[in-house]
């Protein structure tokens, strides 16, 4: 697994970008990350989501994305386009249908549903130990 060590203390947030349709679940994920340290943005739509992280730039350490949500793209191809667009985003995949992660590359984390919301801080660790970009090595 890649590692991530943080940036200047103030200079950038690192932030996670959540996007799943199931809202109850979006909300519990968003608040176990929140309380790890993380800067969240969730969004229930990947075009949303993507419009936002085109806007952030670096900023985003991690995207967090149900395959299966809709919009006028889904959530997969949310995770195809920024695992192309952007390598330094990790990008985390979770779907109850296994089939879906065969088309992601072997850099995407895929996690099958359900899972425990905090299986994501082992995924993710404390932001104070990150940093945006991975570590060569």
């Known amino acids: 697994m890649d590692n991530y060590v943080p940036g200047p203390e103030g200079k950038r947030r690192l932030e996670v970008v959540i996007v799943d349709n199931d809202l109850p679940h979006l909300g519990e994920l ?11 943005q969730p969004f ?10 085109l806007d ?21 191809e949310l995770a195809l ?27 995407v984390i895929f996690v099958m549903k359900p899972w425990p919301t905090s299986a994501v801080a082992d995924l993710l660790g404390n932001p104070r130990q990150r940093s945006i970009g991975k570590d060569e090595g």
Do not use: C, N
């Open 30 to 40: 968003t608040s176990a990350i929140a309380a790890m340290g993380w800067w969240v």
């Open 44 to 53: 229930s739509d990947p075009y949303e989501a993507l419009k936002y992280i």
């Open 56 to 76: 952030v730039g670096d900023g985003v350490h991690t995207l967090i994305v149900e395959l299966s949500t809709p919009g006028s793209f889904s959530g997969l």
């Open 81 to 107: 386009m920024i695992e192309k667009r952007d390598p330094k985003i990790r990008v985390i995949a979770t779907s109850e249908v296994l089939q879906a992660a065969f088309q992601l590359s072997p850099d």
